[in-house]
């Protein structure tokens, strides 16, 4: 069975700050990892993934995240945080040779203060 | 040029009444799906098609009904709406591979 656990429900920063929000998962077989980003209002687009290439993966908007094998981990980073980027932020993870279904964390509200 | 896109974007409708939400999806995936967000954010999968046949059917109340007319579509129809049933539903489509999904702008039902 794939879950993915998402720690702090809230992540507060200022802006220009670093931003970290965290994705443990498990899962018997190599996953895949993604992280969706939600605006107010709107459907989830993927911010990036991992696919068993790079560990460290790039995505849009300035995130990046890093798939730690032995952590168990693919935490979500950005160096300098903006205003815009206040949204719901979501891991997920498909389990590869599956349902191939994604399971997703139950998302971190990132709230960027000027 | 919507990828995925549901129809309608808000359904406010009585405890008993029955409604349907449309999906479709113009990017020739095999596999669509329904997630469920409740009020606290989560994302729940409801069902998942591939080429127009069911293959996930999470515990869901049989009051929902999926159907898939072609593989470009999956509509959501919903029997003898209750109060629990509001949330905002999110159809989502997958390519071979299902390496990414790809998410329609959500329903948001409010059931009064």
């Known amino acids: 069975a794939q879950s993915v656990t998402q720690l702090g429900s809230h992540v507060s920063v200022s802006e220009g700050a670093l931003v970290l929000l965290r994705c443990n998962y498990s899962s018997s077989v190599p996953p895949y990892l993604f992280w969706y980003v939600q605006y107010p209002n709107q459907g989830l687009q993927l911010l990036l993934k991992y696919t068993s290439a790079a560990t460290l993966v790039k995505g849009i908007n300035g995130f990046e995240a890093e798939f730690k094998k032995s952590e168990t981990s693919f935490h979500l980073t950005k160096p300098s945080a903006h205003m815009s980027d206040a949204a719901e932020y979501f891991c997920a993870v498909i389990q590869s040779g599956g349902s191939y279904i994604p399971t997703f964390g139950r998302g971190t509200s990132l709230i960027v203060h000027p | 040029d919507t990828a995925v896109s549901q129809t309608p974007k808000y359904l406010v409708t009585q405890m008993g009444n029955d409604k349907s939400i449309k999906c479709e999806q113009n990017?020739?995936?095999?596999?669509m799906y329904w997630y469920k967000q409740d009020s606290k954010k989560f994302l729940k999968i409801m069902f998942s098609y591939n080429n127009k046949e069911l293959i996930i059917n999470e515990t869901v109340p049989n009051r929902f009904s999926p159907k898939s007319p072609d593989k470009a579509h999956l509509n959501l129809h919903i029997n003898s709406l209750e109060l629990g049933d509001s949330a905002v539903y999110f159809c989502a489509s997958s390519p071979p591979g299902n390496t990414e999904a790809f998410f329609g702008q959500g329903t948001r039902l409010t059931v009064v």
């Open positions: 990017l020739g995936h095999d596999t």
